[in-house]
């Protein structure tokens, strides 16, 4: 599925790694997605609450009515701490893991891959969808 497709066809995003800060870009991409009118599932470890949404410590945390929504695990962390999101993602169901902006890990990739999710890598979620959907 194209890039295009995947922003048109699943509104249901969970933000791996958000921050609570508004000037860290996973605050900024995540209210941007919800003024496009995605539904957001906020995940950080560390946090309770952002952006008035309550945040789940994990994937596999979140409520199971959540879980089965996901559809896009979007993933604001370091590439060495993308495998375990990316065996949550298939294992909630999700059907794409995006890697943000400079987040890349090849093998993580293949395996979402190959459990059928779609892949993206090392781009801007909102980027995206400025360019070819809004």
């Given at each position: ?18 921050s609570e800060k508004p000037d860290r ?59 375990p999101v990316v065996d949550e993602a ?20 293949e395996k979402a891959a190959s459990a ?19």
């Amino acid at each position: 599925m194209d890039i295009r497709s995947i922003l048109t066809n699943y509104r249901h995003i969970a933000v791996v790694g958000i921050s609570e800060k508004p000037d860290r870009p996973s605050n900024a991409v995540a209210r941007y997605l919800i003024r496009a009118g995605y539904t957001i599932y906020p995940v950080n470890p560390s946090i309770s609450e952002v952006l008035g949404l309550q945040c789940w410590p994990s994937l596999s945390a979140l409520p199971g009515e959540i879980q089965k929504l996901v559809q896009i695990v979007d993933i604001f962390r370091k590439p060495e701490d993308v495998p375990p999101v990316v065996d949550e993602a298939i294992a909630i169901g999700a059907k794409v893991v995006w890697m943000q902006l400079g987040v890349s890990n090849p093998a993580s990739a293949e395996k979402a891959a190959s459990a059928g999710l779609d892949v993206v890598q090392d781009l801007c979620i909102a980027v995206e969808h400025q360019d070819l959907v809004h």
